[in-house]
C-alpha cells in the first residue's frame, strides 16, 4: 500500500475506535435509564395503590351506616 492509503485506513480506523467509544458510553447510558424506569415505574404504582387504598378509606369513612345497620 502506498503511504496516502496507510494514512486514510489509520484515520478510519482511529475513527472508528472512537466510534465504538462513543457507542458504548450511550449503552451505558441507555442500560441506567432503563433500570432508573423500572425503579420509578415501580414506585409510581406503590404510590398508586397507596393513593387509591387512602382515597376509599376516606370514602368509607365519610359514608354513614344506613339506619336499620345501627
Known sequence: MNDEAT???EKIES??????????Q?????????RTLRKMQ????????????????RIKGTNSKPPHYQ
Open 42 to 57: 415501580t414506585l409510581q404504582q406503590k404510590l398508586s395503590a397507596s393513593v387509591e387504598n387512602s382515597e376509599l378509606e
Open 15 to 24: 475513527h472508528l475506535a472512537h466510534l465504538e467509544r462513543h457507542y458504548e
Open 7 to 9: 494514512q486514510r485506513l
Open 26 to 34: 450511550l449503552n451505558a447510558v441507555v442500560v441506567e435509564q432503563a
